[in-house]
C-alpha cells in the first residue's frame, strides 16, 4: 500500500515513481483501466491513464469510464479528457452487459440505515470486470465530499460506476432518505457501510488496485495507491482537510459558475445545490449560471422523470414515489429531485443557456435569461461546486480519532 499527502503539489514523475511501485512484480499481459468521465475532468485522472500507458507499453489495455448514469463520452471528449486512441474504450451499459453478484440483505441496510430502509440491494457490475483474461484492474478516481455516499470514489467507482441500476437506485435512494446533510463529507454512512458489504462479501477475489487522488485547486495534492478501507480513510481524511471550505456565518446570496463544457444537465449541475446547501441560510438565495445546461437528465427517461415530478422536495418526492410505478422503478431518479430540491429553506434560480423559462420554473427553480446572468453582483461566488463542499462551522462533526 503506497500513499502520502503531498504539498506542493505531486508531479508527473513522483505519480509514476508511485505507480512503478505498486506494479512491480506484477506479470501483465491485459489490463482495464476504470477511470472516470470528462464530468469529473478535475481528478487527474486522465493523466494517470496516459501515465499507465507510458508504463505497461507491451500491454494490452482497455479503458472503461466508469459512467454509472452519465451520458457516455463522444471521441472528443475521450480524446480531449484521457488522451489514448478511442480505439482503447469500452462503453459501459448501466442497463445492460450486467452480472449480478448477489445481494446485500435487507436486515443488514435495515440496521444501517436506521430502518429507514429494508429492501435488500441488488449488487450487479459490468461483466468486463468479471472476464478473467484482466490480470489488473485500476480503478482510478478522486476522493471529494459526494452527496450520496458520504465521500466519492473507492468502491463506489465499481458498484455505481461500474455497476447496474439495482445498486443504482437503491444506493440513490438509501442516501436521500437518510438525509444528505447527515452524510455530505463523512466516510461512515449507510450507503458507504452498503458497498463495503459489497466489496468484502462479492468482490474480493478480483485483481483490483486502487488508485485514489486528492485534487486542490485543480493541483494534485494526494495520491493514494493500493486496497483496502485503511487507504480510502486516509485519501477521505485528505480530502475532507482541503476540500471542506468552513464558513463562519450561513450565506445570503450564493452565486455558482457551472463550466459550460462540464455540465450540461440539471442532473450534474445541481452540485451547486447539494455543495452549498449545508452554507446556504435560510431565506437564501442561490444563483447558478449554467450557460451548457440544455437538458435536466442525462438519458431520455431520467429526463422524463424530472420534467413529470419537477425538484417539488422530500416529502412530495416521497409519496410521489409511493403513488408511482415509473418513479418507483428508477429510484435514483427519485433520490435526485430530493438531493435537489431546497425543502423551501433557500430559492435557487437557474440562467441556463439551453432551457426556456417555462421548463425551468415547471421544474421547480427560479428562472434566469442567460444575458442577464453576466450582470450578477454581490454575493459569496464559487466557481465549481464539484471541488469540494462548502459548509457553516459545526455542520458537520469532526471524525473521532481512532
Known sequence: MYGQSASPAIGMREVKERLTRALAGKRLKKVLLLPPDATRAHSHAGELVRALFDLLP???????????????????????????????????DWRGDLVKLGEVPGGFVAEVSEGLAEEPVGVEVSKRLLDPSYDLIVSIGQVVPHEVAGMANYSKNIFVGCGGAGMINSSHMLGAVYGIERILGRTDTPVRRVFDYAEEHFIAHLPL????????????????????????????????????????????????????????STWLGNKAIYRTRMAMADGGELVVLAPGVRRFGEDGETDRLIRKY???????????????????????????????????????????????????????????????????????????????????????????SS
Open 209 to 264: 488496485l486502487y488508485v485514489l487522488t486528492v485534487v486542490e485547486r485543480d493541483a494534485l495534492t494526494g495520491l493514494f495507491i493500493g486496497r483496502g478501507r485503511e487507504l480510502f480513510e486516509r485519501a477521505a481524511a485528505l480530502s475532507r482537510e482541503r476540500n471542506i471550505t468552513w464558513l463562519d456565518e450561513p450565506l445570503r446570496k450564493c452565486v455558482v459558475h457551472l463550466n459550460e463544457h462540464e455540465f450540461k
Open 58 to 92: 507491451g500491454c494490452r489495455i482497455d479503458v472503461m469510464p466508469a459512467l454509472g448514469t452519465h451520458e457516455p463520452m463522444s471521441e472528443a471528449e475521450c480524446a480531449a479528457f484521457l488522451g489514448i486512441p478511442y480505439s482503447h474504450i469500452i462503453r459501459h
Open 310 to 400: 419537477g425538484y417539488a422536495g422530500r416529502e412530495r418526492i416521497l409519496q410521489a414515489v409511493r403513488e408511482n410505478a415509473d418513479l418507483r422503478n428508477n429510484l435514483a431518479a427519485a433520490a435526485h429531485l430530493i438531493h435537489g430540491s431546497a425543502d423551501g429553506r433557500f430559492t435557487v434560480t437557474y440562467a441556463a443557456g439551453g432551457l426556456t423559462r417555462e421548463e425551468v420554473e415547471k421544474a421547480g427553480f427560479r428562472y434566469m435569461p442567460p444575458d442577464e446572468a453576466e450582470r450578477v453582483t454581490g454575493g459569496y461566488v464559487i466557481d465549481n461546486p464539484a471541488l469540494g463542499l462548502w459548509a457553516v462551522k459545526g455542520a458537520i462533526p469532526p471524525v473521532p
